[in-house]
């Protein structure tokens, strides 16, 4: 039940991750450290990647969690994975990764062992997949749906599956790939689909259409240089409008806007008259309305509902207005070097050092929001 939302982290040091949740290599059958039903977003996460930064994901969630939602974050040059997600060791339903946009990514944008529904994100660049599914620690791809993704990769592939152990959708997605492949699958049988999807660059490993797709024609204004400002709305006549498979649309957009059906390729639901939501680019995406249903889906099919709403308050709402950072060192920013360490090399979480070098001032002003809280009176706006 934790909630993060709205956090600037930016310029990290050490292992350098912008959120580490869960933790590393637990005992077999252990729950110690596991984050579930849980948020994590609107944050605005970038700069992981300086000459002191060992590691620098920008949002990884340890083996074993589960029901969590990561959705509404820009994310930018990072070291390490913008989103990588482990397997959710069969303890609950799968984590939904969603309406994000990333970019500068220092190895896939998105890593995923097993266990996730990513739908409806933006990729402009990675220095190695766009979405990659595999094998990692304790998972292996299966459980997987990813749909209505719209990946513009200058090098790499777009998306890429390896060792597939169980089910994985991959459908309605918008993949183009200057130099890559706009689908490689190594291994995986009967239990992966492949439907719905169109852009550059082919498909390889396995039996699938892809529709034929052009940068020029199909978006409004797309380039291949990694970055904002670029405008990945479609265009109108262009090959990702009502193209794509009616079985696996999704409720909402990028945008949170309702798709009522209509099966258009990547994170947009087309509109004549353009991009009526929030334009790409280096700060706080807007704020997105929540699905359609109210409710925040987090299963395989997009029904079950996560019990998250969102809000952490009295009245449904905690709010960072300002999405200014809070000042907690002389630049005005939030030192996020105090991670304990990142479990990859096997080190784990040192989880005591979590708010390491925090003025004590934010500790008493957070225990005085709870007593607000438990009065039954609304925390003042920041």
């Not at 933790?23 to 077999?28: E, F, G, M, T």
């Not at 913008?82 to 397997?87: A, D, F, G, H, R």
């Not at 933006?122 to 299966?142: E, F, K, R, T, Y």
């Not at 002389?330 to 096997?346: F, I, N």
């Amino acid at each position: 039940g934790l909630v993060f939302r709205r956090n600037h982290i930016h310029h990290t040091s050490g292992h350098g991750e912008g959120f580490y949740l869960g933790v590393n290599n637990k005992p077999d059958g252990s729950t110690a450290g596991t984050m579930f039903n849980s948020l994590v977003e609107g944050n605005y996460i970038h700069d992981l990647s300086g000459p002191g930064v060992s590691q620098g994901d920008g949002i990884e969630i340890k083996d074993g969690s589960y029901n969590n939602i990561v959705r509404d974050n820009v994310i930018h040059d990072t070291n390490y994975p913008c989103i990588l997600t482990y397997s959710t060791v069969g303890n609950g339903p799968p984590n939904v990764i969603e309406r994000n946009v990333l970019w500068g990514c220092g190895d896939h944008a998105i890593q995923s062992a097993a266990d996730a529904i990513i739908r409806n994100n933006i990729i402009l660049s990675a220095n190695a997949d766009g979405i990659a599914m595999q094998p990692h620690q304790a998972g292996s791809p299966s459980n997987h749906v990813v749909v209505h993704n719209t990946i513009i990769l200058p090098g790499g592939d777009a998306l890429s599956l390896r060792g597939a152990s169980g089910t994985v959708l991959i459908a309605n997605n918008a993949l183009y790939a200057q130099d890559g492949r706009a689908i490689f699958v190594n291994g995986g049988g009967a239990e992966v689909v492949i439907v719905g999807n169109a852009g550059v660059g082919g498909v390889s490993g396995f039996d699938a259409p892809l529709i034929a797709g052009d940068l020029g024609a199909d978006f409004r204004s797309a380039h291949y240089d990694g970055a904002p400002p670029i405008d990945v709305f479609p265009a109108a006549g262009g090959a990702l409008v009502g193209a794509g498979e009616p079985a696996h649309v999704r409720d909402d957009d990028f945008n949170g806007t309702a798709r009522g059906g209509v099966a258009d390729i990547g994170a947009y639901r087309f509109d004549a008259g353009g991009n009526p939501g929030w334009v790409l680019a280096e700060a706080f995406k807007d704020e997105t309305a929540p699905p359609p249903d109210g409710d925040a889906d987090a299963d395989i099919d997009g029904d079950v509902d996560a019990d998250i709403d969102a809000d952490a308050d009295v009245d449904g709402d905690i709010d960072a207005d300002s999405d200014a950072d809070i000042d907690a060192d002389s630049d005005g920013t939030v030192d996020a070097d105090v991670d304990g360490g990142d479990g990859d090399d096997g080190e784990g979480c040192e989880c005591g050092a979590v708010g390491r070098g925090r003025p004590a001032g934010l500790g008493l002003l957070a225990l005085g929001l709870l007593a607000l809280v438990r009065l039954g009176r609304r925390p003042p706006k920041w």
